[in-house]
């Protein structure tokens, strides 16, 4: 049975920075991309990016390139999300998701990491 | 790379059918038959619903449709049941590894 969990919720000021974690199982690890959903309060689903454990191809939307940084540790099958310095605006529900195919088709999601950004 | 279009809202009686459209671009729902839809109820994971434009997975009701047509995809819910009240989201493949969502459609059930 393929499963992603996620690390616990945050809670965090402004300017901390911030490294999420997803770990994979039940399948091959290094042969799906995996990536991760931002889902702001009361608002839609944006997928931030991917990467390509195998190979540690990563890619990104335009809105999230260079504000965060995506990476997969294959050793311990595990995805990570992480930003420098966090805005209050970074508050949201995070999904890591797995991708089957090339295509990127999500057919499953982890639980969900909810990041709180408050002064 | 913009989101895709969708109505924020649209509703219906049990029993009827309502249709959710999806509105892209030449780079990304017009260029791939590779839109998927997914389902959310209120504090819950997202649920896939449709993938491949027309494709049904496992488990999943025959009620849900999926149709495309230019730059356009569509969901239809057919015999619309109270638990089908939840947002809906599309997404498309846009090329080059990336992925792109509709911004929700708020379905309810009256």
């Known amino acids: 049975e393929v499963q992603l969990v996620q690390s616990g919720a945050e809670v965090k000021k402004p300017g901390e920075s911030l490294k999420m974690s997803c770990k994979g199982s039940g399948y091959s690890f290094t042969r799906q991309w995996i990536g991760w959903v931002r889902q702001m309060p009361g608002k839609g689903l944006e997928w931030m990016g991917s990467?390509?454990?195998?190979?540690?191809?990563?890619r990104y939307s335009p809105s999230f390139q260079g504000l965060v940084t995506i990476s997969a540790d294959k050793s311990i099958s595990t995805a990570y999300l992480q930003w420098s310095s966090l805005k209050a605006s970074d508050t949201g529900i995070y999904y890591c998701?797995?991708?089957?195919?090339?295509?990127?088709?999500?057919?499953?999601w982890g639980q969900g990491t909810l990041v709180t950004v408050s002064s | 790379q913009s989101a895709l279009t969708q109505p924020a809202s649209v509703s219906g009686s049990p029993g009827q059918s309502i249709t959710i459209s999806c509105t892209g671009t030449s780079s990304d729902v017009g260029s791939f038959n590779l839109v998927s839809w997914y389902q959310q109820h209120p504090g819950k994971v997202p649920k896939l619903m449709i993938y491949e434009v027309t494709k049904r997975p496992s488990g999943v009701s025959n009620r849900f449709s999926g149709s495309k047509s230019g730059n356009t995809a569509s969901l239809t819910i057919s015999g619309l049941q109270a638990e089908d009240e939840a947002d809906y989201y599309c997404?498309?493949?846009?090329?080059?590894?990336?992925?792109?969502f509709g911004g929700g459609t708020k379905l309810t059930v009256l």
């Open positions: 997404c498309s493949y846009a090329g080059a590894a990336t992925l792109v």
């Open positions: 990467v390509y454990p195998g190979d540690s191809d990563t």
């Open positions: 998701v797995r991708h089957y195919g090339w295509e990127l088709l999500i057919d499953y």
